[in-house]
Structure formats: structure tokens, C-alpha cells
């Protein structure tokens, strides 16, 4: 079910025909051979051991092994920035940063440039790096997803996955799985994921979600959660819940993955008008 310009509509789809955008992590300013390092040097590892750890669940057992238990920690965090909204948000915003920096250096080139050297710092910084904006983009995303601290807090909580077959609804899943209404600093937080249209991993500080009394609640308030986090997906088994979609489809605001304050901050930086973080 996907969201077109405020209308829901449906459309039967292989399963291995969704979930995807070509080229969401093709890199800019780097040589053809570079351009999809990101996807293979760095996501598709990463997907592959987190696919192992998904089987392994769906199998009953939860991973123990921390090469499998940390990249189901990173993929769960991954979900949060690999969409198409906050990638482009990303590339976006370390351009304006570069071409912030490089134009508060303009008038200190052109005191001290030699008539040999470029016109414009502009020129004499794409002369010397390359467009940077691209390569810096991809690095600062694999830097998120790899070396922040949540990883490290998921692999630490309390993991299992919730069997919620013969609920009166299948669980969905959209462009926005995975809900994590709490911060991890809060001892209350959780997340929780669909994987299957019967089975939600759920990790928590404690074992509250270990015990489900009531499945068909339980998929109400997940799918709830789900589709109203969706900007413009939804997948189902089937169309039997379109109307529930159709409802609740985009209700809560996306989250943010930089702040507009953040933004000014990191661009009065690039400007030296003060000191980065």
C-alpha cells in the first residue's frame, strides 16, 4: 500500500519488488568504481550478518554470538537513517556545509592567491579534493550506524520475539518498522520490529514483553504504531486491512534525524564563525 499524493492505493507485489531504492547510497564526486562503496563495502556486510541473526530468530533462537548480536544491533539502528528522507537530508546538508565553509574563505583567497593560482577558493578546493560533499555524506552516515553509542545499549538489553499467530490481524510493516517510542537513556525504553506477519522482535531493559496475554491487542497497537510512523509505505499479507492503512497512514510527524538547530550550529562552524563541537 503506498501513499500518492494523499490517496492510498494497492498493488499486489513480490516480496523481493519491495523494500529497496536503486542507488539511495550511490556516493557523488568519487570514480565510477567508488560510487556504491557504501552499499558494498559497508550495508551489504552488514545486512548479511543481521539476515543471519533474523533466521536465527525466526527459527526460535535468539543470537548469542556478539558478531550476530551486534549486527542486528546496528541494523536495528541502521532503520533509523537509511531511508530515502534522511540520506537525502544528509547529502543535503554537508553540501550547504562545504559551500558555506569554502565561501567564508573567499575573501582570504583572493587577498592571498598568485595570478597562477585558480580563481575563486571554490575552484581551488574541487582542484585539490574533488566534491567532497558526496564521499563526506556516505562516511558521516556509515560513522552513525557503526560507532554510536545505541548499539552498543541494544546489545545489552533483554532480547525476544513475540509469536502473535492466530491474532485476528497479521502484522504490517512499512518504510518507518521500527518503533522506539523512548529514548535509550530512559530505563522504560524498548524497541520493537515486525519480522514476519506473525513475529515482532522486541528489546527491552526488562522481560515485561517476554509474555504476550493478549495477541490481537498486541497487533493492533503495533501495526498502529507502524503505519502511523509510514511516510509512504505499508506492506501487508494482503489488502484486508487498506482501511485501517488508509486511516492512519503518515499520522505522526517523521523523526528527525538532524535538528534544524543543529543544522545552523554545524554551518556557523563551516562559516568559522564558532568553535565545532
Not at 530505563?187 to 527491552?204: E, G, N, Q
Request: proline share 5%; charged share 25%.
Amino acid at each position: 500500500m503506498r501513499l500518492v499524493r494523499g490517496k492510498l492505493l494497492a498493488k499486489l507485489r513480490h516480496p523481493g519488488g519491495t523494500g529497496y531504492h536503486v542507488d539511495l547510497y550511490k556516493t557523488a564526486g568519487v570514480p565510477p568504481e567508488n560510487a556504491h562503496d557504501l552499499e558494498t563495502r559497508f550495508m551489504s556486510p552488514l545486512d548479511n550478518d543481521a539476515a543471519t541473526a533474523v533466521q536465527m530468530m525466526l527459527r526460535g533462537t535468539i543470537p548469542a554470538e556478539p558478531r550476530y548480536r551486534q549486527a542486528w544491533a546496528r541494523f536495528l539502528v541502521s532503520m533509523l537513517f537509511r531511508h530515502r528522507e534522511s540520506v537525502e537530508t544528509l547529502k543535503t546538508h554537508i553540501a550547504k556545509m562545504w559551500d558555506e565553509g569554502t565561501a567564508a574563505l573567499e575573501s582570504v583567497w583572493a587577498k592571498h592567491r598568485k595570478p597562477t593560482d585558480p580563481a575563486t577558493f571554490a575552484e581551488a578546493t574541487t582542484l585539490a579534493l574533488g566534491n567532497r560533499a558526496g564521499p563526506d555524506a556516505a562516511n558521516m552516515l556509515a560513522d552513525i550506524i557503526a560507532n554510536t553509542p545505541a548499539v552498543t545499549d541494544i546489545m545489552n538489553m533483554f532480547w525476544c520475539v513475540a509469536d502473535v499467530s492466530g491474532a485476528s490481524r497479521t502484522l504490517l510493516t512499512s518504510d518507518r518498522a521500527l518503533v522506539m517510542p523512548l529514548g535509550l537513556a530512559d530505563k522504560l525504553a524498548y524497541l520493537a520490529l515486525p519480522i514476519s506477519p506473525a513475529m515482532v522482535f522486541i528489546a527491552a531493559y526488562d522481560t515485561r514483553f517476554q509474555t504476550v496475554k493478549n495477541k490481537s491487542e498486541a497487533v493492533r497497537v503495533m501495526n498502529m504504531d507502524v503505519v502511523r510512523q509510514a511516510r509512504e509505505f505499508v506492506w501487508g499479507t494482503d489488502d484486508s486491512q487498506w482501511e485501517f492503512v488508509e486511516k492512519n497512514i503518515a499520522k505522526l510527524a517523521d523523526r528527525a534525524i538532524i535538528t534544524e538547530e543543529q543544522k545552523q550550529e554545524a554551518i556557523r562552524a563551516a562559516r568559522g564563525e564558532t568553535a565545532p563541537a
